[in-house]
C-alpha cells in the first residue's frame, strides 16, 4: 500500500532536530487505489470491494546524522 514517510533528521554534535517535508511512497501493487499501477478501468463498486481504499500508516524515519546542523554549519559553529 502506498503511504507517507515522514523523516526527522537529528544532528547530534549540536542536537538540533529538523522535520524534512513528507514524501510519498508509492506501492506497485495494482489493488492499491493510490498505486500508478492500478488500472484506471477498476472503479466502484467493484473497486471499493476489491482494492485498498486509504494508505499505509505513515512510516517514521529519524536517522542520527553525526554532524553539525546545516544552521550551525551557516552560522560557521566549529564542532
Known amino acids: ?13 549540536c542536537g ?3 522535520d ?3 514524501e510519498m511512497i508509492q506501492c506497485d501493487n495494482r ?3 493510490f498505486s ?14 476489491s482494492c485498498w481504499q486509504y494508505r499505509q500508516f505513515p512510516e517514521q524515519y529519524n536517522p542520527k546524522i553525526d ?7 551557516r552560522g560557521g559553529r566549529i564542532p
Open 1 to 13: 500500500m502506498c503511504r507517507w514517510r515522514r523523516v526527522q533528521n537529528t544532528y547530534k554534535i
Open 16 to 18: 538540533h532536530v529538523y
Open 20 to 22: 524534512m517535508p513528507d
Open 31 to 33: 489493488y492499491c487505489k
Open 36 to 49: 500508478s499501477t492500478h488500472p484506471g478501468t477498476c472503479v466502484p463498486p467493484g473497486c471499493t470491494s
Open 67 to 73: 554532524a553539525l546542523c546545516p544552521r550551525c554549519l
